[in-house]
């Protein structure tokens, strides 16, 4: 429920003009109606720039609201170090990633935006070792019978004009099955945590959103010297293998697909310099 302590409000209209769903509105005698207040996405842009406290939103609780503290914010040039320091570094190690470290990295995922306020991004830690091994074992599984029906020759005559990339990383997954057989877990890069950011099925923003959590989780997870790799091949393996399956393997909630893995881990060394892009 949203509502306006009448006693508190200045009629500014700052809530007039930052609400996305034109709720608020101040009239010409001086007080602020509100239009269609079921249509309410939930953002909190009111209650955040309300100077007064006045605009109430049962969403959002007096202790839910938090003052922006401007001299923690980082500098452009800070901030821009951050982004260009960010490698996809693989040197992961068995040290455990702190607790907290890993509560930051998903809160960071959380303030990404969303199509609509609509925060349908699910959030799954996996830190299990044998099911760590679980999804390094199936997602090998899925693409070495991918690799044998490519390489049949009726349909590698067929099919390597058209998918040559796809062609070009058998090699690849051969010497990760290779390594696998040693005990390694190549294709999630040894990580000690995997983070499955995924929406629901039906949902046609889930790749935007989850990927935009992603990023803010990656920054996050950089600036605390937590490696973090994009898991392309085991969120292809996932996706398309679907269903009750790959839910399970990722601990997703039912009709979810993944969009997003996040590989993390503590890297044997930090990288000293970067390059130009
Ligand atoms: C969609 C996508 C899929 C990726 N898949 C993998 C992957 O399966 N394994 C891996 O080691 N890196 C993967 N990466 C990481 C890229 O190789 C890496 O981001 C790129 O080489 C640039 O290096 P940087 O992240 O260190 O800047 C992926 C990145 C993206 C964006």
């Known amino acids: 429920m949203i509502s306006i302590d009448n006693d508190k409000c200045t009629r500014c209209g700052k809530c007039q003009r930052v609400c996305p769903a034109f709720i608020p509105v101040v009239e010409k005698e001086g007080s602020v109606a509100l239009r269609h207040p079921e249509v309410c996405i939930g953002c909190g842009h009111c209650v955040d720039v309300c100077p007064t406290g006045a605009f109430l939103n049962d969403k959002f609780p007096e202790d839910s609201i938090h003052p922006i503290h401007r001299e923690l914010l980082p500098s452009p040039e800070s901030l821009m170090e951050l982004i260009r320091s960010r490698r996809s570094n693989r040197t992961i190690t068995s040290n455990p990633i702190p607790k907290e470290s890993l509560e930051m990295i998903i809160e960071a995922a959380r303030y990404a935006p969303t199509a609509q306020n609509s925060r349908q991004v699910h959030l799954h830690l996996i830190t299990d070792k044998n099911l760590l091994h679980n999804v390094e074992a199936e997602n090998l599984r899925f693409f070495m019978r991918l690799s044998r029906i490519m390489l049949f020759p009726p349909i590698k005559a ?24 040693l005990g390694q877990h190549p294709s999630i890069c040894n990580a ?85 892009r």
């Open 158 to 181: 067929i099919c390597k004009p058209f998918l040559g990339k796809l062609y070009d990383e058998v090699p690849a997954l051969m010497a990760m099955n290779e390594q696998f057989k």
């Open 192 to 276: 000690t945590a995997l983070l499955v950011f995924s929406a629901p099925k039906g949902y046609s923003f889930g790749p935007q959103d989850c990927n935009l959590a992603y990023q803010n989780a990656s920054l996050m997870a950089e600036s605390l010297g937590v490696s973090q790799v994009y898991m392309g091949f085991v969120q292809t393996a996932m996706y398309m293998m679907g269903g009750k399956r790959a839910s399970q393997i990722l601990g997703m909630p039912k009709g979810h697909k993944p969009f997003a893995i996040m590989g993390l881990g503590m890297p044997a060394f930090k990288y000293t310099k970067y390059t130009d």
